[in-house]
């Protein structure tokens, strides 16, 4: 877990990108917003969450950035970094988040953000939903993650032309990691991700017994919790369907 981590947010894309910003690199648009908007470069995320035992995972499109978070740059240590992805909604070296909602913000005395993060509200209320309304908690009983691993303001800078890029790279390592029995890919950069690689034909929202990273997953279909599309709720019958792997 921790050796595709540190592949991840080393990059090989970022290292080219700081000898060669040209439009060779297939991840310069993602990445010159990021340069262009903070003074200190936020690695790629690769998961939140033990991502190995979680029994759902979440994928969405790439993270967002909120500048003021305590979160990993390349000056921190290595041990400090593993503990914030795998414990960032547990109690790690530190309390990364608060109430698995609010995260920590930069400085001594930075305390935490006053305004929860809607996608991570969001993503607790589906899981709720996918549990059978049981007492649920992030970072144990579900994972996050995204096909594009690089940071930005907004999935439309960079991401459509880093995705297939980044899916070649780690897609298949990040979710052979995954235990997870349910994934629940939200927005069209992720289904259209999943749906490709995986071979999963139609536009149906639940796809039964797909082999993935050589476990059978039921695998959903949602639009992005911040999408002005219908049917962004998990419907009865399907957790009916999906009831096989609860």
């Not at 995972?57 to 003021?68: D, M, R, V």
């Not at 309390?95 to 993060?117: D, F, I, S, T």
């Not at 995204?146 to 995705?163: D, F, M, N, T, W």
């Amino acid at each position: 877990m921790e050796q595709l981590i540190k592949e991840i947010v080393n990059c090989r894309n970022i290292v080219n990108y700081s000898n060669d910003s040209s439009d060779s690199n297939p991840c310069t648009i993602i990445l010159n917003q990021q340069r262009k908007d903070n003074k200190t470069f936020q690695l790629p995320e690769p998961w939140s969450g033990n991502i190995k035992d979680a029994p759902m995972l979440f994928i969405g499109s790439n993270p967002g950035i909120c500048t003021e978070e305590e979160y990993p740059v390349s000056a921190w240590l290595e041990e400090d970094i593993f503990d914030f992805f795998i414990n960032r909604f547990s109690k790690g070296k530190k309390l990364w988040v608060k109430k698995y909602l609010y995260p920590l913000l930069q400085g001594e005395e930075g305390g935490y953000k006053k305004n929860w993060v809607r996608y991570w509200a969001a993503i607790k209320s589906l899981a709720i939903k996918i549990s059978g309304n049981r007492n649920i908690i992030p970072g144990k009983d579900y994972a996050i993650t995204e096909v594009v691993h690089c940071k930005s303001k907004g999935e439309k800078y960079g991401v459509r032309q880093a995705l297939n890029e980044c899916t070649s790279l780690y897609m298949d390592k990040v979710l052979s990691l995954s235990g997870a029995k349910i994934i629940i890919c939200l927005g069209k950069f992720a289904g259209k991700a999943i749906r490709e690689k995986y071979h999963i034909e139609g536009n149906d929202k639940l796809a039964r017994m797909v082999i993935i990273g050589n476990i059978p997953r039921s695998v959903m279909f949602l639009p992005h919790p911040n999408s002005r599309k219908p049917n962004k709720s998990i419907l009865k019958e399907d957790l009916l369907r999906m009831n096989f792997v609860l």
